[in-house]
T-cell receptor, first 113, second 114 residues
């Protein structure tokens, strides 16, 4: 069964600290993996995409990694800011079935001043 | 700036009422989707459409129908709203060309059924 699991479910950190969010997936065949940021009451917005051949990709203070062998991805946030408070959703796209996206349940991050 | 616009951010309806949620995208995308989002369950696919007048059931289509008369517009219809349909509804679109398949989401419609 295709599944995406994220951990932790929620996280509280102080402003300026770093944190890492985890995503484990059992999706086959794999096409790509995206991390989305969803602010409270808003729609999700893509932060980064990882394909099979990519190990690491950065987008400002966000760095995503992918280990295709162990089927794990992480999202590392450096020097957190209050505006990073949001839910982060890991979404894996299956290579078969054009419309098959498998969503994790998200990690809710709260950054405190 | 690319945009997916959902007609209503907040709605309150009574049990048994008919509810229309509309979604418009300005990116000329072929694919459009309706998801519902509930705490602890993540996003679940209700219906999707890959072309005008075409629709496919997602994982939880019961109690919903959709309409796509124009490429840019995808409507979700609740024929007879029930309390268990209280949720956040998200519309998304994506291009059929290219490999990345990025989903572009609207801001969401929070529906409360009393």
């Amino acid at each position: 069964k295709n599944q995406v699991e994220q951990s932790p479910q929620s996280l509280i950190i102080l402003e300026g600290k770093n944190c890492t969010l985890q995503c484990n997936y059992t999706v086959s065949p794999f096409s790509n993996l995206r991390w989305y940021k969803q602010d409270t009451g808003r729609g999700p917005v893509s932060l980064t995409i990882m394909t099979f051949s990519e190990n690491t990709k950065s987008n400002g203070r966000y760095t995503a990694t992918l280990d295709a062998d162990t089927k794990q991805s992480s999202l590392h946030i450096t020097a957190s800011q209050l505006s990073d408070s949001a839910s982060y959703i890991c979404v894996v796209r299956a290579a078969s079935g054009t419309y098959k996206y498998i969503f994790g349940t998200g990690t809710r991050l709260k950054v405190l001043a | 700036d690319v945009k997916v616009t959902q007609s209503s951010r907040y709605l309150v309806k009574r049990t048994g009422e008919k509810v229309f949620l509309e979604c418009v995208q300005d990116m000329d995308h072929e694919n459009m989707f309706w998801y519902r989002q509930d705490p602890g369950l993540g996003l679940r696919l209700i219906y999707f459409s890959y072309d005008v007048k075409m629709k496919e059931k997602g994982d939880i289509p019961e109690g919903y129908s959709v309409s796509r008369e124009k490429k840019e517009r995808f409507s979700l219809i609740l024929e007879s709203a029930s309390t268990n349909q209280t949720s956040m509804y998200l519309c998304a679109s994506s291009s059929a060309t290219g490999d990345t398949g990025e989903l572009f989401f609207g801001e969401g419609s929070r529906l409360t059924v009393l």
